[in-house]
């Protein structure tokens, strides 16, 4: 056997083909580097956080530098004390390493900080301090050096890495893991190629803008939320609130509007940022703050937008009424009806019946019911129906009311 | 089943039946609305009954809602948002990726599994259960138990023809039918808004729990506060106890590395090893069982010797009333510990800590109900606290056992 035939068989094995696919992963990657924010990737070894570090770098246009952190010693990053002819007047410089020379005169970069997690205490402390501070002994990294880290899960890393919280704040953290459908099509000869998100320089006012109403009203209805330590042993060395961390995640939304990512991206951003709980609790605001305002849909009742989606219906109709309730106006009164036809109109009538119940109950002496309540009919045929099986509430008391009004 | 025949769309009094059986559910169940108003329609001719995919997709044959009264129906409902909202399809692919159970029986099995922990404790309360639901009790097993204990208890032959009455589709055990539409098909919810639903259902339950069975709010407080696997935590906790600075692998500045040579003008640190003195304390007293405490005392030792401890750096000390030394663990199985009536663990801190030399690390293992050292000892404490429900003491009633001091890490184990 000859090492060409061999090398032939490599040249076949490497002949591999791309396809375009999305990765939500990959995308909160780019907008949490593009946002120059420190990012920790959480994975098991092997699953290919250095693969993508590499398609990240091509997407940004970045040279990538890789340091393996588990085999440098404290001083690579710290630097390197040298002691000159008289340290009591010219001090002992802290020479920084070569990869940290070559960055600072390219100007930019992009830093990969493999396998902190099994590096030593002492090198991982040396290591916060370039993430945190940009600094690798006497040197100060650019601005247009960005820094990704990764680790592995605490559970499997053979020593302790642990973050404590004032660092864990500073991170933003991504859970990475592999997809069996892509490793397998992968090793079958084509792997997946991500488009990386861009920012739409027309988006850029209006995404600062949401980015602060969702985070500033949802602060403002939850203000335990500001800040919360993390209390228990499960929550220890992941996210967690704080205004620090208030501010990064404020910056994400900023940045995934301006992309228009996707939610689930968005979450995942949010979520690595002030952690699980608080986070869902954001996209939860989030996905309500998207609702149709109950007043615009009063004023132009014919032509208003309602989501297919049963529940977020319903969660209009209720903010609908509720609407009414609040200034009970003849001409509102109607126009809630209206709406409420037009979603009988797109389907599942159960919908209906609750805010229908509770709008029929709004009505004054002197309103005679719309014309449109004719094609409420079924709602109450249907509310019937329930009420008859379940108890004869709901049912005969919109009927009643509805009797009546006729 | 009626002799009706396959039908693609419901009648309009079939769709009526539909959606009040949807309205009366929605209505002996509040908590569940968010969920069950989620779910989109699909009229579909092939599916046998009602089912559902793991995009919120409700798939139903015309043919079954004429044939079913309308609280059977109500029921259905219920039964087919519990799929999505327990997360039946993410765990039946989890345990197929981890058991191998790709097959089609093992499917089926799964879904009655699942179907299993849901009609257990679903319905009553207004809510009847509705025809030919299986249940546990139809094949000997106990009530109460989750999808995956289900799994492994039904054997290929305890399940008869009978039990297969219900297909719920992918959502019930992640395997894709034929009538389904798939992720790329209309009226979806992705992975976001699925965890929203479970959020605001789950936050229904947990703002009025007096309205929800206790099998939900349990549920409600998983979604809230996910459960975490102990040992990993109780790893994590004694990992990086035992590794904490002085302790463990790390550089030093008292010798000269080996690459000084090399480098005439730099101090270089070098790295030295130390390895960590682990002390376990472990309540004996009667109210910890022996199962929990050699299961806890393996881990603690596998663990220790994991991060670099020799065998003989760990000891343990069993503690009841008064503390008794055992010698340094030799061997996993060559530990015999004495004592078995009430607790107090400060004897036992005293007596870890008065070994010499001193421990880097102290492992406590209990239940809790003991008296904590007044002040922090001079090293890291790590605390194993096996959950206990909260039994009254008739004799004192207002006795609360004192929580673990804030100085110390606490894992719970269960």
């Known amino acids: 056997m000859t090492l060409s035939v061999a090398t032939d068989l490599l040249t076949l094995l490497a002949d591999t083909r791309t396809e375009e696919r999305p990765d939500n992963q990959l995308d909160a990657l780019t907008l949490a580097v593009a946002a120059d924010l420190p990012v920790l990737l959480w994975g098991e070894p092997g699953i290919g956080k250095t693969a993508t570090l590499h398609q990240l770098a091509d997407g940004l246009g970045l040279p990538l530098t890789t340091v393996i952190a588990s085999v440098h010693e404290p001083s690579d990053f710290a630097g390197l004390p040298i002691v000159g002819d008289d340290p009591a007047v010219q001090g002992v410089p802290m020479a920084p390493p070569d990869w940290a020379v070559r960055l600072v005169r390219a100007g930019r970069g992009l830093l990969f900080l493999d396998e902190l997690s099994t590096a030593p205490p002492a090198v991982q402390a040396a290591l916060l301090r370039v993430v945190l501070e940009r600094r690798v002994g006497a040197l100060r990294l650019p601005d247009g050096v960005r820094i990704v880290a990764a680790a592995n899960p605490r559970s499997s890393a053979a020593d302790g890495w642990e973050l404590s919280p004032p660092l864990a704040n500073r991170f933003v953290h991504l859970q990475w893991a592999y997809e069996h459908e892509v490793v397998v099509r992968g090793l079958g000869g084509t792997w997946p190629r991500a488009v990386l998100p861009s920012l739409d320089p027309g988006r850029l006012p209006e995404a600062v803008d949401m980015a602060r109403r969702a985070v500033c009203g949802f602060l403002r209805a939850r203000p335990t939320m500001v800040h919360r330590l993390p209390d228990t042993e499960t929550r220890r060395g992941g996210p967690w609130p704080s205004p620090r961390s208030w501010d990064m995640a404020l910056r994400l939304i900023a940045f995934a509007t301006a992309a228009g990512a996707s939610r689930e991206v968005l979450s995942m951003l949010v979520r690595g940022t002030v952690g699980d709980g608080p986070g869902l609790e954001v996209m939860a605001f989030l996905d309500r703050m998207d609702l149709p305002d109950p007043e615009h849909l009063l004023a132009e009742p014919h032509t208003a937008l309602l989501p297919e989606r049963g529940d977020l219906r319903q969660a209009i109709m209720d903010g609908l009424v509720e609407a009414v309730r609040q200034r009970p106006e003849r001409s509102r009164w109607d126009a809630a009806w209206v709406v409420l036809v037009r979603s009988l109109k797109m389907g599942a009538p159960d919908l209906v019946v609750s805010p229908a119940s509770a709008l029929a109950a709004l009505r004054r002496a002197d309103w005679v019911l719309p014309p449109d309540i004719e094609q409420l009919t079924p709602v109450l045929s249907l509310s019937e129906r329930a009420g008859a099986a379940l108890s004869e509430r709901a049912g005969a008391a919109l009927s009643e009311r509805a009797g009546a009004a006729r | ?414």
């Open chain 2, 1 to 414: 089943m009626t002799g009706t025949g396959p039908r693609a769309a419901l009648t309009a009094e079939e769709g009526e039946k539909l959606y009040a059986a949807r309205l009366y559910a929605a209505e002996a169940r509040p908590y569940l609305a968010t969920a069950l108003f989620a779910l989109r329609v699909v009229e579909s001719p092939t599916v046998p009954t009602m089912a559902v995919d793991r995009y919120w997709r409700c798939y139903v044959s015309p043919a079954f809602v004429a044939a079913t009264p309308l609280k059977d129906l109500a029921g259905v409902w219920v039964h087919e948002v519990t799929h999505l909202l327990r997360d039946h399809h993410g765990r039946g692919e989890r345990l197929a990726a981890a058991k191998d159970l790709t097959g089609r029986g093992d499917r089926l099995r799964m879904n009655i599994a699942a179907d299993f922990e849901i009609n257990d404790d679903v319905y009553g309360d207004g809510l009847p259960q509705p025809r030919g639901a299986v249940h546990p009790s139809q094949v000997n097993l106990p009530v109460g138990l989750l999808m995956e204990e289900y799994v492994a208890q039904l054997s290929a032959n305890t399940y008869r023809r009978q039990l297969a009455w219900l297909d719920c589709g992918s959502g019930a055990d992640g395997l894709t039918r034929v009538w389904e539409l798939g992720p790329d098909g209309a009226h979806t919810l992705n992975e976001q808004e699925r965890d929203l639903v479970q959020l605001r259902v789950a936050q229904a339950i947990t703002g009025a729990p007096g309205r929800a069975p206790l099998g939900w709010r349990r549920w409600a407080e998983q979604v809230i506060h996910p459960p975490q696997p102990w040992r990993d935590l109780l790893g994590a906790a004694i990992r990086s106890a035992a590794s904490a600075p002085g302790v463990g692998e790390d550089y030093v500045y008292s010798r000269p590395a080996r690459r000084s040579v090399c480098l005439p003008k730099v101090v270089l640190p070098s790295l030295r090893r130390n390895p960590p003195r682990v002390a376990v304390v472990i309540d004996t007293s009667g109210s910890v069982s022996d199962t929990e405490l050699g299961s806890a005392l393996l881990e603690v030792a596998a663990i220790s010797r994991a991060v670099g401890g020799r065998r003989d750096l760990v000891r343990v000390v069993a503690c009841d009333a008064a503390a008794h030394l055992v010698a340094p663990v030799c061997t996993s199985a060559g530990i015999e510990l004495t004592g078995g009536g009430g607790t107090d663990l400060r004897a036992g801190f005293d007596r870890a800590l008065s070994t010499r030399p001193a421990p880097d690390v102290v492992v406590v293992l209990t239940d809790g109900q003991t008296p904590w050292p007044r002040s922090q000892p001079a090293c890291r404490t790590v605390v194993g606290l096996f959950r206990r429900p909260r039994v009254i003491n008739t004799a004192n009633p207002n006795y609360r056992p004192t929580p673990p001091p804030s100085w110390s890490r606490v894992v719970t184990i269960n």
